[in-house]
């Protein structure tokens, strides 16, 4: 996914800057960077944190970088932020979204007579560069960045640091959140409305689809006003948010738990204890629980002291052993238990067949999985939410293979995506034998709709659904 933060100050804003972003680690897990404009002009850092926590590799470069304007990020993909110099001057740029039409915007960019794109290890156009020249094919910094929001297919929100301050743009739909925040002396701009708080700065705005703004360390001034249709991605609060974010109002721990409650006001099952996967399943869980009275333990714990999400090899193999390492089991609490496990999400379904084995191992008497999300049956063409490079990476994807025997068309996924059909009960049944859970039941769309508080045409359930909710 990814996530940025931006601090204009009228001292130096590189404390706020680092911890900031040091709060949007658990957006992503290959590199970080920061880019400041002061006296001397532009400074940047990049490091691989894949292996090392964010504040760790950076700690050097927050003693030694100056200035009072600064962005900075956490990729889960290419390095950022880039320093461009272009006809608009030199400028520092980060950008959190996905492009699925890079082809044919290089192609009209070389055809315009731009020599040339630096490929990053794998050969892929580093997308953050394709942004800057997309913005750079206009006369100045608004019309690009327009520009580049309506060029793009997929969605775009990005920080651009200037000299004069920094440009701030929700991308068109509104897929990601776009937050800022003010103290007395400086303003921000971050991803994640919790990021700031603790640095002193209190909720100013939320930014709009499309909108833009121009952040100085004595104003915020909205350059394009908000566009009316927002398409916000409902996985923010199932899986990615921090329990402590908030987006368009409604906090990720409250959605959570009101998950939690919609999947037990529907559930027959009567475990011993309820259950979640750390960390997006528990409130989940403490949701279930309160609303079925049975009681909730934490038979897994989270081993986080030398293992933090950071640190996540990106060898799929690899990836799943780590994913057990974490988490430590409680024998006493899991021993003859009948146990009720509520996860975020079903993928893959590896690592939560692996953690079903094992609870059996250590003595579990039965398994009921309950994932906070319906089936996930399309790969999202939005956001890089997931590293599946492929649909049939997704188990439910693969079950519906299966069963359809190949002939797998739209409308026969429209007929699994409906839990009131047979083939949604004979795909789950299948995905139930496949990773030998006792019981399978996924928490419903509309209950999760619900569970936001939102207006259902305020968010993009695609994933789930194959198309923008509602038709």
């Known amino acids: 996914m990814g996530g940025f933060f931006g601090v204009a100050s009228k001292s130096d804003c590189l404390f706020d800057l680092f911890f900031g972003v040091d709060y949007h680690t658990h957006l992503g897990t290959r590199r970080g960077g920061m880019a400041v404009y002061g006296e001397k002009g532009f400074d940047r850092a990049i490091h691989n944190i894949e292996n090392t926590p964010f504040r760790t590799k950076f700690d050097k470069d927050m003693q030694e970088m100056k200035g009072n304007l600064g962005i900075g990020c956490i990729s889960d993909y290419e390095p950022q932020p880039l320093i461009v110099r272009s006809h608009h001057g030199t400028y520092a740029i980060t ?35 394709l942004v800057a020249a997309i913005i750079n094919q206009k006369l100045n910094l608004i019309e690009g960045i327009q520009y580049a929001q309506e060029l793009i297919d997929g969605s775009m ?33 971050s991803f994640e409305d919790f990021a700031y708080l603790n640095l002193g700065y209190k909720n100013l705005k939320e930014l709009g689809p499309g909108e833009i703004v121009i952040l100085t360390p004595d104003s915020v001034k909205t350059l394009v006003t908000p566009g009316e249709d927002m398409k916000i991605c409902t996985f923010l609060w199932v899986y990615y948010g921090y329990p402590s974010s908030s987006y368009e109002g409604m906090s990720v721990e409250q959605m959570r738990y009101n998950c939690g409650v919609k999947m037990a006001e529907r559930d027959d099952a009567t475990p011993d204890t309820v259950a979640g996967v750390p960390d997006s399943g528990i409130a989940h869980a403490i949701g ?9 333990t934490r038979p897994f714990i989270k081993y986080t002291p030398t293992w933090p999400r950071s640190f996540m090899p990106t060898i799929q193999s690899k990836r799943n052993l780590i994913a057990k390492m974490k988490l430590i089991p409680v024998h006493h609490l899991i021993e003859g238990k009948s146990l009720l496990l509520i996860d975020d999400s079903i993928v893959r379904g590896t690592q939560l067949g692996e953690t079903t084995e094992f609870l059996y191992q250590s003595g579990a008497k039965e398994v009921h999985i309950r994932p906070a999300c319906p089936p996930i049956l399309y790969g999202c063409k939005y956001l890089n939410f997931s590293r599946s490079s492929s649909e049939m990476d997704l188990i439910a994807r693969r079950v519906i293979e299966k069963l359809e025997d190949g002939h797998v068309t739209d409308e026969v996924l429209q007929e699994y995506a409906n839990p009131e059909s047979g083939k949604y009960e004979q795909m789950l049944e299948e995905i139930r034998k496949q990773l030998n859970f006792t019981s399978l039941r996924y928490n419903r769309l509309d209950d999760m709709i619900e569970a936001t508080g939102l207006s259902p045409d305020k968010l993009c359930t695609y994933c789930w659904s194959g198309k923008e909710y509602p038709q």
């Open 95 to 129: 950008t959190v979204g996905r492009i699925n039409n890079t082809s044919e915007i290089v192609d009209t960019i070389f055809h315009k007579g731009n020599a040339h794109f630096l490929e990053m290890s794998g050969g892929d156009i580093n997308p953050t560069e």
């Open 157 to 189: 929100s990005f920080l651009i640091l200037t000299p004069l301050g920094i440009y701030a743009a929700r991308d068109k739909m509104g897929r990601t959140p776009v937050v800022i925040g003010q103290k007395d002396d400086a303003f921000c701009v």
């Open 288 to 296: 279930y629980s309160n609303a079925s009275g049975i009681p909730f």
